[in-house]
């Protein structure tokens, strides 16, 4: 499958039309009558909101609401998460943000068998998910400017899943909290994600987790057999950008890195 040409040809990733962006007006006026702290986000952060929520302005707003909320307690003043914050997650290295596909989207790569619920925190965990979807965010600018100059506003990843176990690995209630951080407050931010190397047991927390992914983001989730690996990620990313774990050029460093942030 030409999954490039696929999401190209998506109109929800398409520029907006007037009508769309007359929306995003009324969704911008509805909300900072109840929340002036709407002024401080763009045209493009209201029309992701409204596009997770089909154009419906008051579903929109809602939602809105709730964000602006949720970063005035986790992220007070606008501040970013630091590296201090999250250090237990971070030392585990299981999750890298380098690269870009061939779209301009910056990459994720994580690794499921480095993930432990026996060692987490769980508030721990869902910081570390905010500090990694800003930086990854913060990178979106850069990819499109290289990107033939377009407005990038999506992410991509893979995730291997290779020496996954149920019971070493499996955490039901982290993989919750990280989709509803990201469906929440950082909605139209995914792209797309590569699942590879998929063990039969993950099909056992997958079928838990899936009632909890929109519909939206469902079809974001790609499963990638093994005999399709190498033409499925290659399809997608240049070698250059590819992970060497996955066979690929791209030498992963140390994610404790704390890289410039613009806070979403």
């Given at each position: 499958m030409d999954y490039c040409k696929k999401e190209q040809d998506d109109h929800r990733?398409?520029?907006?039309?007037?009508?769309?962006?007359?929306?995003?007006?009324?969704?911008?006026?509805?909300?900072?009558?109840?929340?002036?702290?709407?002024?401080?986000?763009?045209?493009y952060q209201l029309r992701r909101f409204l596009r997770a929520r089909d154009h419906n302005v008051g579903k929109a707003s809602a939602m809105v609401l709730k964000y602006l909320q949720?970063?005035?307690?986790?992220?007070?003043?606008?501040?970013?998460?630091?590296?201090?914050?999250?250090?237990?997650?971070?030392?585990?290295?299981?999750?890298?943000?380098?690269?870009?596909?061939?779209q301009g989207r910056p990459l994720v790569y994580l690794f499921g068998a480095r993930?432990?619920?026996?060692?987490?925190?769980?508030?721990?965990?869902k910081r570390y998910v905010v500090y990694v979807l800003d930086r990854t965010c913060a990178r979106?600018?850069?990819?499109?400017?290289?990107?033939?100059?377009?407005h990038q506003e999506k992410f991509a990843a893979v995730a291997d899943l290779q020496g996954w176990g149920y019971y070493a690995n499996c955490d039901i209630r982290a993989y919750v909290a990280a989709l509803e951080i990201m469906?929440?407050?950082?909605?139209?931010?995914?792209?797309?994600?590569?699942?590879?190397?998929?063990?039969?047991?993950?099909?056992?927390?997958w079928k838990i987790v899936y009632p909890f992914i929109d519909d939206n983001t469902k079809k974001k989730f790609v499963f990638v057999a093994d005999k399709?690996?190498?033409?499925?990620?290659?399809?997608?990313?240049d070698d250059s950008q590819l992970a060497e774990d996955h066979g690929g050029k791209l030498k992963l460093l140390s994610p404790a890195i704390n890289n410039t942030v613009v806070v979403s």
């Open positions: 990733d398409g520029a907006g039309d007037v009508t769309e962006w007359k929306k995003v007006a009324e969704l911008r006026a509805v909300v900072e009558a109840q929340d002036p702290a709407c002024k401080e986000e763009d045209d949720w970063k005035r307690e986790l992220k007070p003043g606008g501040r970013a998460i630091t590296d201090d914050e999250v250090r237990g997650e971070l030392a585990q290295e299981k999750l890298y943000m380098q690269g870009y596909d061939r993930h432990f619920p026996a060692r987490r925190d769980l508030d721990e965990f979106l600018a850069v990819a499109g400017s290289g990107n033939g100059g377009g469906q929440n407050y950082y909605p139209e931010r995914l792209g797309r994600v590569f699942l590879i190397h998929v063990p039969y047991v993950f099909m056992t927390a399709d690996l190498h033409a499925t990620l290659r399809e997608a990313i």
